[in-house]
């Protein structure tokens, strides 16, 4: 499987990751994409940061300063982050950040709505152009818990600003160039102290990142540094393409690069790291969180629904497992595996089916999965053809056909019409799935 780790230890934000790709290996012409659709210019330069080689990517719009990344995405025009100018605020220095970066608090402003047709009609393959709007998405929805405003409505600042926008598409467009099988990054670093907002100061982390890191597979940690160094765009792109792991994983190493941020800090690269190389894992690594209740007084009937009316909301596996409650009642532990994104939808599903009180969650964490699609092999019973699906099973690194298991109602209906028990069926239809998928064997 091929993997690109990042090592978050110093925390990320558009540019940085921007610079990381590059210098990992992704070629920098695929940005021409966005030059021409947005009309502005990706700079990429070598800097060094105590001692390190990096990789600095900044955008120019309009011949003017190149702007570096995301200064206060999905919050408001009273942010700064530090990976850029860590010394002032908006409200305290707005002159010297002005004539700096280009579009601090004068980017133009768009809606969600503004944002996503912006996107769409830039002519990005699929796959680019899901991830560029998952992230905006998660923006959106950070803006928009923070405000209280609906996501259809809400007003994006900066990140509604061309400069943005361009640090999201290009990090879509250079990870697809990489063509990893997977993203993982280790816990990120925050910063710490405080930011000033035009509501006031605010403790590192900004709202927004908080708000989105929430919804993410990763952790974050404070420090080691009293400035801000997780940006909301940074965690927004992160928490769309990558995993979790603790520590870096068992790497063979192909390429690697740092991302530089603007700031340079005393005794600390302000850079971000970037990996790429073959790992032995071969399931691939899907978010989830876990909800749970338990209840006393469901029916029976209602208990054997859940799983169907569960799945309709977004569940990815219901277990129910008796169990003894308080004063020696007999109950029901109810466990659901689901989506970090949704879980709100899931909790209060189950809740209007139960009636429980209480829906407990066990936080993000995820799960090794196969790669799985149903088939559909044709069996030949006393003469006659029939269709039967099965599931096919393979690793995500090479391919390999593991597992082939034959969807039951499809085996009890062949077996109803030809007379046939159900599991002759079932040996017959994964017999001839193993023979037309090899096995065993590597595609």
């Known amino acids: 499987m091929r993997l690109l780790a990042f090592d978050g230890r110093m925390g990320a934000s558009g540019d940085m990751l ?62 700064a982050h530090d990976h850029r100018d860590a010394g ?18 004068e980017g133009q402003h768009r809606t969600y709505p503004e944002v996503v047709n912006l996107v769409e009609a830039m002519g990005l393959s699929a796959g680019v ?20 405003t609906p ?18 598409v290009g990090v879509s467009l250079l990870l697809n160039d990489l063509d990893v099988d997977r993203v993982v990054t280790t816990p990120i670093a925050t910063g710490g102290g405080s ?15 908080v708000e989105i890191a929430e919804m993410a597979d990763w952790a974050v940690r404070g420090g080691p540094l009293k400035r801000e160094l997780l940006t909301p765009t940074g965690a927004a792109i992160l928490a769309e393409i990558a995993a979790s792991v603790e520590t870096l994983p068992t790497l063979d190493i192909d390429s690697s690069g740092y991302g530089a941020g603007s700031k340079s800090f005393k005794n600390y690269p302000n850079v971000l790291r970037a990996m ?30 859940l799983s169907e009316t569960l799945a309709d909301a977004g569940a990815l596996d219901v277990t129910i497992v008796p169990t003894t409650m308080k004063k020696s009642r007999p109950g029901h532990l109810v466990k ?22 209480g829906v407990r969650e066990h936080g993000s964490g995820h799960r090794f999965v196969a790669d799985r699609v149903i088939e559909t092999v044709t069996i030949k019973v006393d003469g006659t053809q029939y269709p039967v699906n099965v ?53």
């Open 18 to 79: 921007l610079g990381a790709l590059v210098a990992a290996g992704a070629d920098p012409t695929v940005l021409e994409t966005v030059e021409s659709e947005l009309g502005l210019q990706y700079d990429v330069a070598d800097s060094t940061k105590c001692g390190i080689g990096a990789t600095t990517v900044t955008v120019r719009i309009d011949d003017e300063e190149p702007s570096s990344d995301d200064d206060h995405i999905g919050i408001d025009p009273g942010h």
């Open 129 to 148: 152009e899901e991830q560029a709007l998952g992230c905006f998405e998660r923006l959106g929805h950070a803006e928009s818990r923070i405000h209280g």
């Open 391 to 443: 599931k096919v099973s393979r690793f995500p690194d090479d391919g390999t056909v593991f597992d082939i298991s034959c969807e039951f109602d499809d085996a009890q209906q062949v077996g109803d019409t030809t007379g046939r028990p159900t599991r002759e069926i079932i040996r017959l239809a994964e017999q001839v799935a193993s023979e037309t998928y090899s096995l065993g064997k590597t595609e």
């Open 336 to 357: 659901v595996v689901t989506h970090p994104s949704d879980a709100h939808r899931v909790a209060r599903k189950l809740a209007r089916e139960t009636g429980t009180l």
């Open 276 to 305: 790429v190389g073959e790992t032995e894992s071969s399931l691939r690594e899907e978010p989830i969180t876990v909800l749970e209740t338990h209840l006393d007084d469901t029916t029976p009937e209602v208990l054997g629904g």
């Open 195 to 209: 930011v000033s907002m035009s509501h006031g100061h605010y403790p590192v982390p900004a709202p927004a990142v």
């Open 88 to 105: 002032h605020t908006h409200s305290d220095d707005r002159d010297s950040h002005e004539r700096s970066y280009h579009g601090e608090g």
């Open 151 to 168: 996501l259809k409505s809400t007003q994006f600042h900066e990140v509604g600003a061309d400069d943005a926008i361009a640090d999201v």
